[in-house]
T-cell receptor, first 115, second 107 residues
Framework: DAGVIQSPRHEVTEMGQEVTLRCKPISGHDYLFWYRQTMMRGLELLIYFNNNVPIDDSGMPEDRFSAKMPNASFSTLKIQPSEPRDSAVYFC?????????????FGPGTRLTVT | RKEVEQDPGPFNVPEGATVAFNCTYSNSASQSFFWYRQDCRKEPKLLMSVYSSGNEDGRFTAQLNRASQYISLLIRDSKLSDSATYLCVVNLDKLTFGTGTQLKVEL
């Protein structure tokens, strides 16, 4: 299996621009998670989906952030408009419902820099 | 108070040393516990689960003290390849990650 796939791996954009991050979970996994990691705050859960339905978006920082999962093999995280404080590494992770030990598999991350 | 607290380190230890990391969590209803490992500029990966009875996987031993809301990870005979950040993770209705403890194993 190719694992969780994220694109782009790096994104540099200017303040005010729209940013779209993409994720393909592992085939057969029905949970998908979006995290943000910074030095100051560590790894924070933004939102997660089960069977393509958003379950908990309480971690989404504000209305500038939105996430969708139109089908079982694709999800997007959009920031519009982007701000310098959004600079972070964004990870997507997936797991199966019956995963032993709730093991989540993370993608390689998207390193976002907003100037 | 943070939900999961860890000493950020770094812990600099010589090869072959034994090193222990600690973690505390705030929600006594937490159901399960894990250690994840994250290499520099890489994604986190599950290292091991933490059971009430304690569990061991080779050179790694994890312990849980529910009464004190405390989790530990012991690494024996540390190797250069153990250098990484170790994330304490607590599960209630979702996984909550600590900010991690950085380990550097030196020659």
């Amino acid at each position: 299996d190719a694992g969780v796939i994220q694109s782009p791996r790096h994104e540099v954009t200017e303040m005010g621009q729209e940013v779209t991050l993409r994720c393909k979970p592992i085939s057969g996994h029905d949970y998908l998670f979006w995290y943000r990691q910074t030095m100051m705050r560590g790894l924070e859960l933004l939102i997660y989906f089960n069977n393509n339905v958003p379950i908990d978006d309480s971690g989404m920082p504000e209305d500038r952030f939105s996430a969708k999962m139109p089908n079982a093999s694709f999800s997007t995280l959009k920031i519009q408009p982007s701000e310098p404080r959004d600079s972070a590494v964004y990870f997507c992770a997936s797991r199966a419902s019956l995963a032993f030990d709730y093991e989540q598999y993370f993608g390689p991350g998207t390193r976002l820099t907003v100037t | 108070r943070k939900e999961v607290e860890q000493d950020p380190g770094p812990f600099n230890v010589p090869e072959g040393a034994t090193v222990a990391f600690n973690c505390t969590y705030s929600n006594s209803a937490s159901q399960s516990f894990f250690w994840y490992r994250q290499d520099c500029r890489k994604e986190p990966k599950l290292l091991m689960s933490v059971y009430s009875s304690g569990n061991e996987d080779g050179r790694f031993t994890a312990q849980l003290n529910r009464a004190s809301q405390y989790i530990s990870l012991l690494i024996r005979d540390s190797k250069l390849s153990d250098s990484a950040t170790y994330l304490c993770v607590v599960n209630l209705d979702k996984l909550t990650f600590g900010t991690g403890t950085q380990l550097k194993v030196e020659l």
